[in-house]
């Protein structure tokens, strides 16, 4: 699991959570083999699926707090097949490929499997087999969520709240030519193309990655001086650091200015456009403040080495 779904979409499921929320984690086992993760096996799936829930636990969610559903369980249902079908026939094929980028596939891409053509479908009767008043996931599931608006109201089921948390930016950022053809929005298509993922390892920060491999991969990432659009480090102050901290101290060596206490990322937006904070000031400190973050996270695999152990042999297989 990396940043963007731990420290983004996992604390927004513990700010909802303590708002009163109650919140399923949904472990989609069958969407994942019908997008080929793991090349379709769902015994890997499942035992990543059971990492995730350690990942949630270590990040403060533990199962006395939410509640965890496997497609699995709505799978073996016919009412859920119903509704699939359902939503189905109240939607053009041309309006569920037009969802199909929620599996990460192109728009344009014309070679995918019949099989895909189902998940929109799913993902929209996901949200009604489980009775949901608010359905909240990435940006990048949004069309999933219209379309289960669009069908929900056609079929008089109703219009479930969407609530769409940001995409952290991989690494990378903007800088690497990230192409790609997700959305109809210029825009919205290249923040889709350039979201972290797990998929890119030299891009991602996982959440128990040690300080030391934090450190190292942040000081590879793009961060060009004075340059906030497309800036992942600029991202990251923005999106993990300044809504749930009012300031933030920029540590800073003596000969280089000393310490700065940052109040607000509009202030630290000024400053680094002005070339008063250097892009070694961003990285160091957002390396230690993720390491902080972390720590928890850290601490709950250390005592518990072999989830680790297993889901790194899932990859390396």
Known sequence: MHIGQGLVCGLKIRDMVEAGFE????????HSMVNNKFGG?????????EYFKHCFTAL???????????????????????RVLRVGKASSAQRVMRALPIMGREMTGKDAEAASLF?????????????LDVACAGVDQRK???????????????KPVCLHTPLLMGLAGLGAGVVGSFDEDPKVSSVIAAKMSKSKPESSVLIHDSPQVIGEKLRGAFCPPGVVEGNPLMEYFGTLVFPRYAEFVLKRETKYGGDIVVQGFEELERLYVAGKVHPQDLKVNMAGFLSDELAPVREYFAARPKVLEEVRGIDAG
């Open 119 to 131: 998940y929109p479908c799913m993902q929209a009767a996901d949200i009604f087999e489980m009775r």
């Open 41 to 49: 096996d769902m015994s890997k799936i499942r035992q990543i699926g």
């Open 60 to 82: 403060g969610l533990p199962e006395g707090k939410v509640h965890y559903v496997w497609a699995s369980e709505l799978a073996g249902r016919a009412e859920y097949w119903e």
């Open 23 to 30: 919140f399923i984690i949904f472990l989609a086992d069958w």
């Open 144 to 158: 999933a969520h219209i379309l289960a608006r669009e069908t929900g109201e056609k079929l008089g089921w109703g």
